[in-house]
């Protein structure tokens, strides 16, 4: 490493001891820190990024938000904050890290394949916040798990811990019926991916009955805007020119983005994927980066299929892949589709937020009325109301004949090729 082409900090952060370092790091502000840590996670220096986000915490510049960026691109950064900023004596997140409460407990989550018994510990020390989730968030998190938690048992462990620390919130009938289903379609997908793509308790994916393709990965490419502006004017020969940054050096930004990550797979036409759209899929490291380090271990990053087209695919990662990502190979699993859990799961979501105005029978789905009681007080009421969100599209004879199918036990809705009766109906 050239460390002229650095900061003096750089050098003494990246070369000395720890409590050299630890002292330096005191004197270095917020924004630079930040510089740091993106400096030491692109070349692997794991140990000195956990000592410059020690320093991130005690700053008291200290960026929330910067903060779950961290913890999200290495998950493992989130024991060094549990370590100092969870309450003892009454375990919860301290000010301001409970306002973030949500990406810790994703960090958490992501963190399970490598450290399992820590990270099934920190969930059930987290079980105030967890409680402190909205439903919303809660049932994100389940996803999460149920997406990324790879090993059998451990995958199972996980739900179950997330579910039993919500024990505090289900004191209605439809909390306990939104959090029971929500548990259930999470074990689904869960049961899905392990079927499709058996992992050991390490994670690891073991044998498969088909073969996985080797893919090429790289970063989605924004498109050129298309402008009528005119092109810009040509530089003149004796304009000074920059000097080039070092190839190898990462990139100049602040705190990573609270977005999940995009990369693009280059698909060989002639091995095709099994994997289409809204397909989960397990990417294993093929080859090792040509600069590894001695700790370097072989990445495992699931996502899910957002675009698919002949010869390549958009992926949305759950996991920051590794700096040389790129210049690697990747195995790719496909894990079976997530589009009737992902529905399902969204279903029982706006069940529970929105009910009755995502469904006029809310009530007796989620156990807070019997059928015949919500029937009477439609019929009272004139029936269902017909106005607002969800029922645009519809004419007076449809929206009658669903008025009309809550006033009894069988309907029979008909009607003549062209007027929309499965529309009706899937509706």
């Not at 900090?9 to 005191?26: C, D, G, M, P, W």
């Not at 407990?105 to 989730?133: H, Y």
């Not at 048992?153 to 009938?173: C, D, F, P, W, Y």
């Not at 969800?390 to 669903?402: S, V």
Request: glycine share 4%.
């Amino acid at each position: 490493m050239d460390w002229t082409e650095h900061k003096d900090v750089y050098h003494a952060i990246f070369t000395e001891s720890q409590a050299k370092v630890q002292l330096n790091l005191r004197a270095v502000a917020f924004a630079e820190l930040n510089d740091l840590m993106d400096f030491a996670l692109h070349y692997h220096e794991e140990t000195r990024a956990f000592w410059i986000f020690d320093a991130m915490l005690s700053s008291i510049e200290v960026d929330v938000l910067a903060i779950a960026g961290w913890i999200l691109r290495y998950p493992h950064l989130v024991f060094s904050l549990l370590r100092s900023h969870l309450d003892t004596n009454h375990p919860r997140l301290t000010e301001p890290f409970d306002s973030i409460r949500q990406p810790i407990i994703d960090a958490v989550v992501l963190s399970t394949n490598d450290a399992p018994v820590a990270a099934l510990v920190a969930l059930e020390k987290l079980g105030f916040d967890i409680a402190e989730l909205s439903f919303s968030q809660y049932s994100s998190v389940l996803w999460n798990a149920s997406m990324v938690v790879r090993g059998h048992q451990t995958v199972q462990e996980t739900l179950l811990v997330l579910h039993e620390q919500r024990k505090r919130v289900e004191g209605s009938a439809d909390a306990e019926y939104a959090h029971y289903q929500a548990l259930q379609v999470a074990f689904e997908r869960a049961e899905d991916a392990f079927e499709s793509c058996p992992c050991d308790e390490q994670g690891r994916p073991t044998r498969q009955r088909t073969a996985p393709i080797r893919v090429r990965i790289h970063p989605k490419r924004k498109k050129a805007p298309i402008t009528d502006a005119p092109p810009p004017d040509p530089v003149p020969v004796d304009a000074p020119t920059l000097s080039p940054a070092p190839a190898d050096a990462p990139t100049e930004q602040t705190a990573p983005s609270l977005k999940l990550p995009v990369v693009v797979a280059d698909i060989r036409v002639d091995k095709p994927s099994t994997a289409r759209l809204h397909s989960h899929v397990r990417l294993t490291a093929a080859s090792k980066p040509e600069k590894q380090t001695l700790l370097w271990r072989r990445e495992i990053l699931d996502g899910i299929v957002k675009v698919s087209f002949r010869g390549e695919m958009e992926i949305e990662l759950f996991h920051y892949p590794p700096p040389e990502y790129a210049d690697m190979e990747w195995s790719l699993y496909d894990c079976g589709s997530t589009a009737t859990t992902r529905a399902m799961m969204d279903a029982i979501k706006r069940l529970y937020v929105e009910k009755s105005e995502a469904c006029g029978f809310s009530k007796v789905l989620t156990g807070l009325a019997e059928s015949q009681d919500v029937v009477d007080e439609l019929e009272e009421s004139g029936g269902i109301p017909v106005v607002g969100s969800g029922w645009e599209g519809f004419n007076a004879g449809q929206k009658e004949a669903i008025q009309r199918t809550f006033k009894s036990d069988l309907s029979l809705i008909w009607g003549p090729p062209g007027e929309a009766v499965s529309f009706v109906e899937s509706r």
